[in-house]
């Protein structure tokens, strides 16, 4: 949420300045996160609407959904939204219609980018178990288009729900008893609050594992490979810009990412006794020793 008085004690003043206008009451920010508890983002989402902000900034897509059943007059900007027409946030990207707008986290097309490095990493490969939430429409596009180049890299997929950590650990357990098998971790709010559970059992079976999100790997986890995010948060700020001096979410596409970020651990690398492709490497973003 953002709100001028607030955010000039937070030290920002100089974009408070900028948003000073006859339609922008307040300029701040109130943050609230309920770390992939749908309940609590139900609440939280209740109480930053019945403060009636000139706009709020969401991050991921369950807080927007969240938002858009408690609010369809206060302008949301999404940071990073997982399929935003399919959740049913916009009409399309062009012309968003509705209170919400911002930017896709990533086109499914990175499903396919996931399975392609797994195989460069690991010639081998057959098997690969796909963690999703089939409870999200991001969950099934993204499996989907891993699907869509599996059989051409010769790679047979499993499906593996991360609603429960039980259901996690006896199918990932189950998975690792035949040879040739790695692991692909989608995007999904219950995946990242689990990803200590998704990690450890990465390396309790021996599994190269390619992650969405830089923090897996800083946990332990072999290499991600996501949206540069904090671009997406800059880019955020500017259609709040826009937003705070007139402009409607409504009239703001939805724009796709334009950066990306590989992140190694090597650590984590010579543990699996994996040698990472010098081609890689010279890629990689960041390489954590």
Known sequence: MIRRDRLAKRGSGKLCKNWVGPKVKTCGLKSAGAGGDAALDRKFATELAALTPDVILATASQTVAALQAV???VPIVFAHAVDPVGAGFVDNLARPGGNATGFALFEYGMGAKWLELLKEIAPNVTRVAVLRDPAMAAG???FGAIQSVAPSL???LTAVNVRD???IERAISAFAGSSNGDLIVTAAPLAMVRRDLIVTLAAR?????????RPYVTAGGLISYRTDIPDLYRRAAG??????KGEKPSDLPVQAPTKFETVINMKTAKALGI???????????EVIE
């Not at 079976?205 to 999100?213: F, Q, S, T």
């Not at 259609?239 to 705070?244: A, S």
């Open 165 to 167: 950590p039980g259901e």
């Open 140 to 142: 099934i596009g993204q």
């Open 275 to 285: 040698t990472m492709p010098a081609s890689l490497l010279t890629r990689a973003d």
């Open 71 to 73: 609010t369809q007059t």
């Open 154 to 156: 010769g790679v047979e």
């Open 239 to 244: 259609y709040i810009d826009r937003v705070l």
């Open 205 to 213: 079976h021996k599994l190269c594992a390619i992650y969405n999100l």
